[in-house]
C-alpha cells in the first residue's frame, strides 16, 4: 500500500517526490476529479494526499468520496502557501493522535 499525491504546485510534488510519493499536478477542477477517479481506482493506494487549494475547487466529490469509501483515506494537505490554519496545526495532530513530539 502507498500515498498518492493531487497537488497544485509542483514544488510540493517534488518534495513528496522525494520522501518516495507518487502524483500528479493539476489546476482546474476538472483535472481534480479525473486524478481523484484515477487514484481511487488504484488497487495499491491506501492514502490520497490532496492540497487544501485543489479540495476547494470539488469539495462535494472529495467529502462525498470519503463518506462512501473505506479505502483510499483522502487526507487534505496546506501547499506552500499555507492553509490558513495555525502554524503548528500538523505537528500538533501528531501529537495528539500518537503522543509523539516532533
Aim: with cysteine; hydrophobic share 45%.
Amino acid at each position: 500500500m502507498r500515498f498518492y499525491l493531487i497537488s497544485d504546485n509542483v514544488d510540493t510534488q517534488v518534495g513528496m517526490r522525494l520522501a518516495g510519493i507518487d502524483g500528479v499536478v493539476v489546476h482546474t477542477a476538472d483535472e481534480v476529479k479525473n486524478a481523484l477517479k484515477e487514484a481511487v481506482a488504484m488497487d495499491d493506494v491506501a492514502v490520497i494526499l490532496i492540497t487544501a487549494t485543489l479540495l476547494a475547487l470539488c469539495p462535494e466529490m472529495v467529502y462525498d468520496l470519503k463518506l462512501k469509501m473505506k479505502r483510499p483515506l483522502i487526507v487534505e494537505i496546506p501547499d506552500r502557501h499555507g492553509n490558513g490554519r495555525t502554524k503548528d496545526s500538523i505537528t500538533e495532530y501528531v501529537r495528539e493522535a500518537i503522543g509523539v513530539k516532533i
